[in-house]
């Protein structure tokens, strides 16, 4: 039985760690005061305790510390598998690494102050710290491990949101320069210790050490190793809790053949994961997007239904009713499921070689596409969902180019440019040209039938297609050079292109293109168009479907 909802769950666990993490850059921010001066860490430091050593910080920061590692613990124990992502387990090993890390300063800055009545001092501090390169390498480790943890948890919160982008460069930079800034302040406040203080008598060995002896050094290690027991303790009984038998077992069918049989309790992906099969999750398995989610053809009767987060998602998504997210999906019998989108989509087939394509003038056959009306389709989708299928479509491009002979020459928004004749003679470029045409179409068409329960409206191409002479070269400046094709010829296909669409046609394509290819398309539509800087027309065919072009093309 859950007592807590999972929704509130997650907003204690964000909520907690949103003021451990201010607490973090505070603390971190005053010790790169060290770089200015002792003083100056001091000065932060009172201001500093103003606030988190008051009545109400203290519960605050040990309230959100103790519910934060509860939290953290819950989700490990609920985890059903302990397959998963590098990012998510590297933020799982800094979280449970940093307690055994930060006891040993914890109880330095605030056990051992309340027992013996003296404040602990920076001075003080770091005089403890930078005596023994054991304290100092250890306190290195904690600050960089807090510091990943905070901000692999801030990143897996904040990457869905709309406004990221805009500040993503800004926040990454942030988070490189307050861990160094940081460092070099603990170093340089250290090193100041004698110069500057010793000689004074402020902080004198003589001095620490007779407020040091005031507590009992053994009372101290018992207090240390209570909380490493009490820490260990608690990890491993989650661990040892995990181990547990539970009743009930499951089976996860996918379209492939291959069942994951599991524990009742498990969410579809994490079945999916301890059955190691690919399943995407861009958020982490958090719910905060929708590209895990899956498509239930059987055994849906009977599930428990979508909560509250789970039901919002889905709804913006217009998701049918056998649509589920894989990670909040906890099924109590057997289901069958189709994965939306695979781990296939997420990029584009490497590109085959391009030598000898510098410098020089080539006959060649040009090909542009470009998705109709794709931005109205966009509007509608989360921008995760934007991103897969307009990936999938760049790699049922690439496939359909590559497998025809042509190289992909440059992706402009949703369209592609796509060159045939790099290395063949002109005629075998135009049917490679025009083989490629009937494979988008089909391709087109797969990608309606797999996305028919997502899109309000099918995806509909504008191909256009022409042939003649450009200039093939390595273009471009520094990272950014790349070979590419210019000319009047590129020019030409990219206004065909807009012809199929002015014809709500999904081909257009020159008469020439087609003579090189030693084709006819008789009985087709024919136009006869003017073009920009011509003076003749230019004889184009226009197809309302290019898998036409398979009933003239040769077997």
Sequence with gaps: MTIVSANARKKTHLISGAVLGTFVLLHFFNHSLGLVSIDAMEAGRRMFNLVWHSVPGTILLYGALLAHFVMALDSLYRRQTLRMPAGEALKIIFGLSLPFLLVPHVVAARVEPLLSGIDASYPGILRVLWSSSANTARQTVALVFVWSHACLGAWFWMR?????????????????LVPIFALLGFVNGARSLGRDYAEH???????YVSQQRRVDPGLMEDIRRTFYGGFAALIAGTFALRALPVRGRIRVRYPD???????????????????????VAVCGGRGRCSTCRVRVIQGLEGQPAPDAAERATL????????????????????????PILDTDSLGIKTQIARQNGGGRERRVAVLFCDLRDFTRIAEHRLPYDTVFLLNRYFEM??????????????FIGNGALSIFGLKTPLQEACRQALTATVRLSAGI??????????????????????AGPAIIGEMGYGQATSLTAVGDTINTASRLEGLAKEHDAELAVSAELVQNAGLSLEGHRRLDIG?????????????????????????
């Design 160 to 176: 869905g949101r709309d406004w990221f982008p805009r500040y993503e460069f800004l926040l990454y930079t942030v988070a490189l």
């Design 201 to 207: 008598g402020g902080y004198g060995d003589s001095a």
């Design 257 to 279: 053949g291959r069942i994951a049989a599991v524990s009742s309790g498990f969410s579809v992906l994490e079945a999916s994961r301890a059955a190691g099969i690919s399943h």
């Design 315 to 338: 709804t913006r998504i217009g998701a049918p009713d056998n649509v589920r997210l894989a990670c909040q999906f906890r099924p109590v019998h057997d289901i069958s499921v189709v």
């Design 397 to 410: 491009v690439g496939e359909a180019v590559e497998s025809a002979g042509g190289v992909i020459d440059k």
């Design 445 to 466: 068409r797969a990608l309606n039938e797999t996305f028919a329960d997502e899109l309000d409206q099918p995806l509909r191409l504008a191909i256009g297609l022409h």
């Design 531 to 555: 073009l920009r800087g011509r003076q003749a027309t230019l004889e184009t065919w226009i197809l309302g479907s290019a898998a036409e072009i398979s009933e003239v093309l040769p077997a």
